[in-house]
C-alpha cells in the first residue's frame, strides 16, 4: 500500500508488532498467534483510517469494542500520542486475547489506554457511567445485530457533537459475505434509519456523526423566518 502522510511511523510500529507476533510461541484458539492477528484484525488500510481520523478529530473519550490483539487499538493510542491528549478504553471479552494484546503493545507508550475483559453488554454502561460525552467509538466486538444495537443504543445519546462512530464490517468485502455479515448489514439499515443519525460508508465500516442542528436549541429564529 502506498503511504499517506504523517503514516510513516505507525505503519512501521504495525510491522514491528507483527514481527513481535512472530517470536511468541503461544496459539490462540489453536492458531499461532502471529496468523490469528492477521486473520482476525481489522486490515492496516482500515486501520490508517481510523489512525487519521483520531489525528483530525482530536477527541478526549475514546471506546473500542472488541480489542481482539489490539493491531486496531494500536493506530488508535498511536494517533492519541501524537494529539498529546485523550484516552481510550478498550474492551475485550476474551482474558487471553486481552492479556496478549497487552503484550504486543508493549511497543507504545500505553498510558493512555486502559483494557476492560467482558462483554460490551458488561462493562460499556459502567464506562459511560463516569463520561458526560464520548468523542470517537470504534466498534469491532461481537457481529450480531442485537450487540451492535446495544452498543449503539448506549454509546449514541453520549456522543459528542463533532463526536465519531465507526462499526466494522457493516458492508461485506467486495460484496463478498461472510462473518455475520447478514447480521451486521441489517443492523446498520437499522441504524441509518434512527433521527438524528447522519451517515457515510467507506470501505467495510460504517460512519455515524451525530445531526447536531436538530438535537441543538432551536431558540434562534431561522433566516428565511425573518419578517423584512
Ligand atoms: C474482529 S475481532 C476485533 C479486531 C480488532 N478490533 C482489530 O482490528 O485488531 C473481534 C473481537 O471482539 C471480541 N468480542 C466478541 N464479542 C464481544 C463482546 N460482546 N464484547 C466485547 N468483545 C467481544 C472477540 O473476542 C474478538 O477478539
Known amino acids: ?55 483530525d478529530i482530536r477527541p478526549r473519550h475514546c471506546i473500542e469494542i472488541g480489542t481482539c490483539l489490539g ?22 471479552k476474551n482474558v487471553e486475547s486481552s492479556a496478549l494484546a497487552q503484550h504486543l503493545l508493549s511497543i507504545v507508550d500505553m498510558s493512555r489506554v486502559q483494557f476492560k475483559v467482558g462483554t460490551s453488554h458488561e462493562v460499556l454502561p459502567e464506562i459511560l457511567e463516569d463520561w458526560d460525552e464520548v468523542d470517537f467509538c470504534y466498534i469491532d466486538g461481537e457481529h450480531k445485530k442485537e450487540t451492535v444495537l446495544f452498543e449503539f443504543g448506549v454509546l449514541y445519546p453520549k456522543l459528542y457533537k463533532d463526536g465519531i462512530i465507526v462499526m466494522n464490517d457493516v458492508i461485506g468485502y ?54 423584512k
Open 71 to 92: 493491531f486496531s487499538t494500536l493506530f488508535i493510542i498511536d494517533a492519541l500520542n501524537k494529539n498529546g491528549f485523550g484516552d481510550l478504553v478498550t474492551i475485550e
Open 174 to 227: 467486495n460484496g463478498v459475505i461472510g462473518y455475520n455479515d447478514g447480521e451486521m448489514r441489517e443492523a446498520w439499515a437499522e441504524i441509518k434509519l434512527k433521527e438524528g443519525v447522519m451517515w457515510s460508508e467507506h470501505e467495510r465500516f460504517g460512519i455515524i456523526k451525530k445531526r447536531f442542528s436538530i438535537h441543538a436549541s432551536r431558540s434562534h429564529v431561522p433566516l428565511e423566518g425573518k419578517k
Open 1 to 55: 500500500m502506498s503511504r499517506q502522510e504523517g503514516s510513516m511511523d505507525v505503519l512501521d510500529l504495525a510491522q514491528s508488532m507483527k514481527a513481535k507476533s512472530m517470536e511468541m510461541p503461544e496459539q490462540l484458539k489453536e492458531k499461532p498467534i502471529h496468523e490469528y492477528l492477521i486473520k482476525n484484525s481489522t486490515p492496516e488500510r482500515g486501520c490508517l483510517f481510523l489512525h487519521n481520523l483520531v489525528q
